[in-house]
Nanobody, 123 residues
């Protein structure tokens, strides 16, 4: 059983900062990919940032230069540092990870999601 738990969301004024964390737990052999997505009311879920096991990062154009994704492989945790927040960043932020569980012939690749954490940017 694999679980992803996000934390760090909240209410912040425009121009402020927040740091989201996503910690994984369970019978994990390795984690290939970790990413942050967001979904605003009435909109589709979109990729915000992602990072591979080797450290290659990808960002949505709307957050480049403001957000930074990082991961601690030893702790199976991914972070999203969000600076210069704007009202349009308001959304529920979800952690996603592609995780290999099991050993040998029992190895399986699964796609896992956290429960989401609300980020609200408002004065």
């Amino acid at each position: 059983q694999v679980q992803l738990v996000e934390s760090g969301g909240g209410l912040v004024q425009p121009g402020g900062s927040l740091r989201l964390s996503c910690t994984t737990s369970g019978s994990i052999s390795s984690i290939n990919y970790m990413g942050w997505y967001r979904q605003a009311p009435g909109k589709q879920r979109e990729l915000v940032a992602a990072i591979t096991s080797g450290g290659t990062t990808t960002y949505a154009d709307s957050v480049k230069g403001r957000f930074t994704i990082s991961r601690d492989n030893g702790k199976n945790t991914v972070y999203l540092q969000m600076n210069s927040l704007k009202p349009e960043d308001t959304a529920v932020y979800y952690c996603n990870a592609r995780i290999i569980t099991g050993q040998g012939l029992g190895r399986r690749l699964g796609d896992y999601w956290g429960q989401g954490t609300q980020v609200t940017v408002s004065s």
